[in-house]
């Protein structure tokens, strides 16, 4: 083997992973195949550099990682001071089966201002679905937040504190007919709507049709599948009244 730039050591020395092989040059590799391979990284690179660039122009006063994931830019909406955080997803249209094309910007996201929206979290709407996040919000790691449907979705009003891992989605597959399989049958949506200075505690579940009154707690692990009052502390599964903030 010819010792230098060319060469690359066994992958059974030292603790380079295998994707680190795999990018480095073998011993057989041309000028040919190092152009289209320094071509690839520059490609990339352009497109990160412009994506980025438009990420700043599109929401000049929101800090926004360079890890998010965030697509179709002019169906959302980051208010000022907002922080959007390593990992976190902001999606919006409707998966079409073509590769080169698999989301259409149908559905809308709009965040308030000085909202923080954490770790992993996901916002996703599918057809024309809407998210909804009022100002001051925090959306803690890997929540998942769903919307799909014509003019259906989910509304978080300002001050609301949403834990690690909840799980908010306004839709319910359809399953009336039996000699059909359910994921062809469509879905329903009512949508959800949760007020303001409500505190969601972790891995909570809310259901479709739920509405979720100013200033009341769920208590954490709590499948809510009807409204909660105002002030209202709700625990277990389903959620069920426990007592109120006010009384």
Not at 118 to 128: F, P, T, V
Not at 141 to 161: F, M, Q, R, S
Not at 164 to 186: M, W, Y
């Amino acid at each position: 083997m010819v010792e230098g730039f060319w060469s690359t050591r066994p992958a059974t020395q030292g603790r380079r992973s295998s994707a680190e092989d795999r990018n480095r040059c073998r011993p057989d590799t041309g000028p040919k195949e190092l152009l289209k391979f320094i071509a690839k990284r520059l490609v990339n690179l352009a497109r990160k550099v412009w994506y980025d660039y438009r990420k700043s122009r599109r929401f000049p006063g929101a800090n926004i990682s360079a890890n998010a994931r965030i697509g179709a830019l002019g169906s959302i909406e980051i208010g000022v001071g907002t922080a959007i955080l390593p990992g976190v997803t902001l999606h919006t249209g409707t998966p079409f089966e073509s590769p080169e094309r698999l989301w259409s910007p149908d559905g809308t996201i709009k965040i308030g201002e000085y909202c923080s929206i954490r770790y992993n979290a996901a916002l996703i709407c599918a057809g024309e679905g809407t998210i909804s996040v009022g100002n001051h919000v925090q959306i803690n790691p890997n929540c998942v937040i769903y919307a799909g449907g014509k003019g259906k979705g989910v509304t978080i009003d300002d001050h609301c504190l949403i834990a690690a891992n909840t799980v908010i989605v306004p839709n319910n597959h359809v399953f009336s007919e039996l000699d059909q399989p359910i994921r062809l049958q469509g879905t329903s949506s009512i949508g959800i709507t949760i007020g303001k200075d409500v505190w969601i505690g972790a891995n909570v579940v809310v259901l479709d049709g739920v509405t979720i009154g100013d200033g009341a707690i769920v208590g954490a692990s709590a499948v809510v599948t009807k409204d909660v009052p105002r002030n209202a502390i709700v625990v277990g599964n389903p959620a069920r009244v426990t007592r109120y903030r006010d009384k």
